[in-house]
């Protein structure tokens, strides 16, 4: 027979979670940049932010292979893709984080323009600045080196892409390469 006091054991204090020093920021035009960016952040413990343009690409407007679509437009008028507006530039809490995964989907060899005014439109210094990129057959090409260029601060690593159909091994394989470099 055992007496247990009522009230006697207190729940103690539910510990509060560390911020998150790593966050996967990414734009993603079908689906296939947001899958990886996920997986990436679920096996980091990082935070998400989504690169939102103000006027969302429709499937329309991603149709390449139409010459009058808006990506075929803003590849022909370079100008323009400098003009793509974003609803939020800079994510909360930007300054306390010290990693940043940047996915983007390869357009024409380059990253997504609407990556460029998120990239422009923050200070990476003292941050380590991981990009990867989603793509049906281009490589990662010179993606990464560009957006780094446009930066201007942040020390930037060699980036990865993946194909549509990657699977989370392969992200988890990347991720651990990351750490053994």
């Given at each position: 027979?055992?007496?247990?006091?009522?009230?006697?054991?207190?729940e103690?204090?539910?510990?509060?979670?560390?911020?998150?020093?790593?966050?996967?920021v990414?734009?993603?035009?079908?689906?296939s940049?947001?899958?990886?960016a996920?997986?990436?952040?679920?096996a980091?413990?990082?935070d998400v932010?989504v690169i939102?343009p103000?006027?969302p690409?429709?499937d329309d407007?991603?149709n390449w292979?139409?010459?009058?679509s808006?990506?075929s437009?803003?590849?022909?008028?370079?100008?323009t893709?400098?003009e793509?507006?974003?609803?939020t530039?800079t994510?909360?809490?930007?300054?306390n984080y010290e990693?940043v995964?940047i996915?983007?989907?390869?357009?024409?060899?380059i990253?997504?323009?609407?990556v460029?005014?998120?990239v422009t439109?923050?200070?990476?210094?003292?941050k380590?600045?991981i990009?990867?990129?989603t793509s049906?057959?281009?490589?990662?090409?010179?993606?990464?080196?560009?957006?780094?260029?446009?930066?201007g601060?942040?020390?930037?690593?060699?980036?990865?892409?993946?194909?549509?159909?990657?699977?989370?091994a392969?992200?988890?394989?990347?991720l651990?390469?990351?750490t053994?470099?």
């Open positions: 027979f055992t007496l247990t006091a009522v009230g006697a054991f207190a103690a204090p539910a510990e509060e979670k560390e911020p998150s020093k790593t966050l996967v990414y734009f993603s035009a079908t689906g940049t947001e899958r990886i996920n997986m990436i952040a679920e980091t413990g990082a932010f939102d103000t006027q690409y429709t407007d991603l292979t139409n010459r009058d808006r990506v437009y803003e590849h022909d008028h370079p100008e893709q400098n793509v507006a974003l609803n530039i994510p909360e809490n930007w300054e990693t995964y996915g983007y989907p390869i357009w024409w060899g990253a997504a323009w609407p460029n005014q998120f439109g923050n200070d990476f210094t003292g380590t600045v990009p990867f990129c049906a057959s281009s490589g990662i090409g010179q993606s990464g080196e560009l957006l780094a260029e446009a930066a601060t942040g020390e930037w690593l060699a980036g990865q892409r993946f194909s549509y159909g990657t699977e989370e392969d992200v988890l394989a990347w651990e390469s990351l053994q470099e």
